[in-house]
């Protein structure tokens, strides 16, 4: 069986996706597409070589029969009405974050779903499928370095363009942090705290940057991020889990180290598009798999969702009041429960 998507959304991520399903991953097709500018669409359906359907908006096309699924790359604020549309006309969702812009949509997405009785969501926190996470998952989940203590991660951008404002370095950037780091160590979050150190000159007037984020998880485990889009040298990724036996590390990503000029050095990406390219097309063919084989989605679900979406609330809450927010979550429904015991 190919699982037959409609993309709602042909914009930067829209497009990587659709060419992952057409050449890059196994037993999906992309059918249908729409974008709320139509050449646009167009334009796509033409530079990417797929036959795929232009629709007008996003509910002609989820209410297209041959559309098994619904990828949803349009921009955040319109997730919200299509998912919802998608969910109750039965069809599996593929939605980049953020699932909705405020935790009450990514309630109600909770609730319909829960409502159809089947899991049909996954959203596209691709860090859970990128094999340096995976590798430390199951090093803690082996207990290889006993508890988890504290964690440090660093999020780095060479630059942003200047529609970048100081609350996207919680709700674009930190929130993979967000998703990923609750999944690695199956603990909550319980509050947040926001500091800003000296400013880099290389951030515009309106923007504070870098920025350092401690998150404090239910199980007493303290998290520092720090967040920092005009770092110059590259984009880059850290994260280091410290135990009460030893420390893991993400691993660095691979490249031929050179020594040149009485020098030793390694190269580092500057596209965060080819530091998660394989995490990219590892998610979209799970997506497909799962759907496959056991009916449902196993991926980060709408409930991920919704956490990620409460923790950056408090998190923007704290950049404001520069005090310790409390992460206020509902509690899981077990709807999530019995699914999350499948989930990866
Ligand atoms: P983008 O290049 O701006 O693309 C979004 C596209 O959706 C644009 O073509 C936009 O049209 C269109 N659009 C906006 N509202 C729409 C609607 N109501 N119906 C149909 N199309 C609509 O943005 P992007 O970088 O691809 O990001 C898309 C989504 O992916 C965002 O939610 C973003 O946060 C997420 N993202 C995730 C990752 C990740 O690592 N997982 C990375 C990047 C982005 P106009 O340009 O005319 O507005």
């Not at 037959?4 to 829209?14: A, C, M, S």
């Not at 590390?249 to 020098?263: D, G, H, N, Q, T």
């Not at 979209?284 to 496959?292: A, E, G, H, M, T």
Request: charged share 25%.
């Amino acid at each position: 069986m190919t699982l037959k998507f409609g993309v709602v959304g042909t914009g930067t991520l829209g497009r990587e996706h659709i060419q992952r399903i057409t050449n890059a991953i196994s037993g999906g097709e992309i059918v249908a597409v729409t974008d709320i500018n139509q050449e646009a669409a167009k334009k796509a359906v033409d530079q990417l070589g797929i036959e795929a359907k232009v629709y007008e908006n996003d509910l002609s096309l989820i209410q297209d029969e041959h559309v098994d699924a619904v990828m949803v790359t349009s921009w955040g604020p319109a997730h919200k009405p299509t998912v919802l549309a998608a969910i109750e006309a039965g069809k599996y969702v593929f939605c980049e974050k953020p699932l909705a812009t405020t935790a009450d949509g990514c309630t109600s997405i909770v609730e319909a779903e829960i409502r159809s009785e089947r899991r049909l969501v996954q959203v596209g926190f691709m860090r859970r499928y990128d094999s340096g996470y995976v590798q430390m998952k199951e090093a803690i989940e082996s207990n290889d370095i006993g508890r988890p203590l504290m964690i440090h991660c660093a999020h780095r951008n060479p630059v942003v363009s200047e529609t970048y404002t100081t609350d996207m370095a919680i709700t674009d950037t930190l929130i993979h942090e967000i998703d990923v780091l609750h999944w690695l160590i199956r603990d909550d979050y319980q509050s947040v705290r926001v500091a800003f150190p000296k400013k880099t000159t290389h951030a515009l007037k309106h923007l504070r940057d870098p920025q350092l984020v401690t998150l404090e998880t239910k199980g007493g485990i303290v998290i520092d991020v720090e967040i920092f889009v005009n770092c110059q040298y590259g984009y880059d990724i850290q994260c280091e889990v410290i135990g009460e036996e030893g420390i893991i590390r993400l691993p660095e990503v691979s490249s031929i180290v050179m020594r040149k000029e009485a020098r030793l050095g390694t190269n580092i990406l500057t596209d965060w598009k080819d530091r998660f390219l394989d995490a990219y097309n590892q998610e979209l063919q799970d997506f497909v798999d799962s759907i496959k084989e056991t009916g449902e989605p196993r991926g980060p679900s709408a409930w991920d969702g919704y956490i990620a979406a409460v923790t950056a609330d408090a998190c923007v809450r704290a950049q404001k009041s520069g005090e310790k927010e409390a992460v206020i979550l509902k509690e899981k429904p077990d709807f999530y429960r019995k699914k999350a015991r499948k989930a990866v």
